[in-house]
């Protein structure tokens, strides 16, 4: 299970620091991922990390602003996003793979969080 939080509303140019605690079975193996859908608009990969932390992996819009991070220990995994922009306004979701490499598509995560908004105004 996952419970994501920390989102909200920003000025452009603002930080915001999304978390996402998983309970129950494994964490340090799986991947993880952050997707976001905004109105109108299919769910997009943002950020991932592999099990173990091995590699991560961002969407071309976020390289350089956001940074995905882990915590086995408290089984949770986090995106900074900083330089926010009115057009990174979405539903940020964590998701979780059972296995440990990263992938961007959804349809490989089986387990998802139930999303959070982050706004972004101009």
């Known amino acids: 299970q996952l419970q994501a939080y920390g989102g909200g509303l920003v000025q452009a140019g603002g930080s915001l620091r999304l978390s996402c605690a998983a309970s129950?079975?494994?964490?340090?193996?799986?991947?993880m991922g952050w997707f976001r859908q905004a109105p109108g608009k299919e769910r997009e990969f943002v950020a991932g990390?592999?099990?173990?932390?091995?590699?991560?992996a961002y969407a071309d819009s976020v390289k350089g602003r956001f940074t995905i991070s882990r915590d086995s220990a408290k089984k949770t995994v986090s995106l900074q996003m900083n330089n926010l922009k009115p057009e990174d306004t979405a539903v940020y979701y964590c998701?979780?793979?059972?296995?440990?490499?990263?992938?961007?598509?959804?349809?490989?995560?089986?387990?998802w969080g139930q999303g959070t908004q982050v706004t972004v105004s101009s």
């Open positions: 998701a979780g793979r059972d296995s440990t490499p990263v992938r961007t598509t959804a349809s490989e995560y089986a387990y």
């Open positions: 129950g079975g494994t964490f340090s193996r799986n991947a």
């Open positions: 990390i592999a099990g173990f932390a091995i590699t991560t």
